[in-house]
């Protein structure tokens, strides 16, 4: 039953990005058999779009900034008790959904894209379930690693 939530809200928050774009046809360098939204659907390596960067829109670029920010203030911050670590995980999650609902992307960019938001999205869910300060802190560098992912492989 703990599960069913952060399962349901990525479920849901996968369809909202991808509701506002027509039927596209997503073969592209890597064809998927499976829809780019269900879970698992992901789960192939992201790689660089034949040796260059993906390229993302401006919204999504300025909501990475975002919850890299959100990060940064957790860091800089002297409190690492458990509930600082849920009102963190509570404003990655909003600033996660507020990505979504501003993605305007398509195409294989978009694709790419969401092979690195939605192992984001399973750690956010993660930290939430962290019950210890220890697991929290766990996860919310898992969250760090995935975010530092994203200058790797996108840019404007």
């Not at 509701?19 to 058999?33: L, R, S």
Request: charge should be neutral; aromatic fraction near 6%; include cysteine.
């Amino acid at each position: 039953m703990k599960n069913l939530l952060p399962s349901l809200l990525l479920i849901v928050s996968l369809w909202a990005c991808n509701n506002h774009k027509p039927a596209e046809n997503k073969n592209f360098n890597n064809p998927v058999e499976t829809d780019e939204h269900q879970p698992g659907a992901t789960d192939e390596k992201l790689e660089l779009n034949n040796g260059a960067k993906w390229k993302v829109d401006l919204s999504t670029d300025s909501n990475v900034k975002e919850i890299k920010a959100i990060l940064k203030k957790f860091d800089s911050g002297s409190d690492k008790s458990l509930p600082a670590y849920k009102k963190a995980q509570t404003d990655l999650q909003q600033g996660l959904n507020k990505m979504i609902a501003e993605c305007k992307m398509t195409g294989p960019d978009h694709q790419a894209l969401h092979k690195w938001l939605e192992p984001l999205m399973a750690r956010v869910a993660k930290l939430k379930q962290a019950s210890t300060g220890p697991d929290a802190a766990e996860a919310l560098n898992a969250i760090r690693v995935q975010v530092n992912l994203y200058n790797q492989y996108f840019e404007l």
